[in-house]
């Protein structure tokens, strides 16, 4: 079983940056692809970036492309989330999953069998 544990949230203000982090541990399989998604007040949790297994690979949601991105460090078990020019449509929950190797597209919660609690980012006008 993993175990995905997401840090580096808090309070900033628009156009400031955050790094978000994700420790892996457990049966981690540092193969499997990644991806964060967020969750905003009354909102249902959206796809904001993903990576493939070998960090090659990346894929955004459009409203935040070019301002976000998304790294790993598999000799870390640590997934990353480089935020910047953050505006307040950013202030959300933000989640990091794990996906299976084969299914759904990335942007698709279907794709993720296991998830973080959650780490908050509050972005104040």
């Known amino acids: 079983q993993v175990q995905l544990v997401e840090s580096g949230g808090g309070l900033v203000q628009t156009g400031g940056s955050l790094r978000l982090s994700c420790a892996a541990s457990?049966?981690?399989?540092?193969?499997?692809?990644m991806g964060w998604f967020r969750q905003a007040p009354g909102k249902e949790r959206e796809f904001v970036a993903a990576?493939?297994?070998?960090?090659?690979?990346?894929y955004y949601a459009d409203s935040v492309k070019g301002r976000f991105t998304v790294a790993r460090d598999n000799a870390k078990n640590t997934l990353y989330l480089q935020m910047n020019s953050l505006k307040s449509e950013d202030t959300a929950v933000y989640y990091c999953?794990?996906?299976?190797?084969?299914?759904?597209?990335?942007?698709?919660?279907?794709?993720?069998?296991?998830w973080g609690q959650g780490t908050q980012v509050t972005v104040s006008s």
């Open positions: 999953a794990t996906a299976s190797l084969v299914g759904d597209s990335l942007s698709e919660e279907s794709r993720y069998y296991a």
């Open positions: 457990g049966r981690t399989r540092i193969t499997s692809p």
């Open positions: 990576i493939g297994a070998l960090g090659v690979t990346t």
